[in-house]
Nanobody
């Protein structure tokens, strides 16, 4: 089992910055790709950014150049630095960890979510 705990959410004016953290605990050795998703009421959860175990990042087009995903494997933590926030970035942000162990067991783990509000 893997537990993910997010922190760093809050309210910021448009144009401001926030940094999210997601700390993993439990059976972390099997964690591969980690990611951040976001969701607004009535909409499907949207992939924001991913980062592989060797720290190769990918971003959805709407956040490229503004958000940076990073990870510290020694601390089992993934971060999302969000700059130049827009009202459209307002959502609940979820941390995700893709897990696969040596026996081939695969599953996704999710954090509890943290609210980000960028006010105009």
């Amino acid at each position: 089992q893997v537990q993910l705990v997010e922190s760093g959410g809050g309210v910021v004016q448009a144009g401001g910055s926030l940094r999210l953290s997601c700390a993993a605990s439990g059976t972390t050795a099997g964690i591969k790709t980690m990611a951040w998703y976001r969701q607004t009421p009535g909409k499907q959860r949207e992939l924001v950014a991913t980062i592989t175990i060797d720290s190769s990042p990918n971003y959805t087009d709407s956040v490229k150049g503004r958000f940076t995903i990073s990870r510290d494997n020694a601390k089992n933590t993934v971060y999302l630095q969000m700059n130049s926030l827009k009202p459209g970035d307002t959502a609940v942000y979820y941390c995700n960890a893709y897990y696969r162990d040596s026996g081939g067991v695969e599953r996704d783990y999710w954090g509890q979510g943290t609210q980000i509000t960028a006010s105009s």
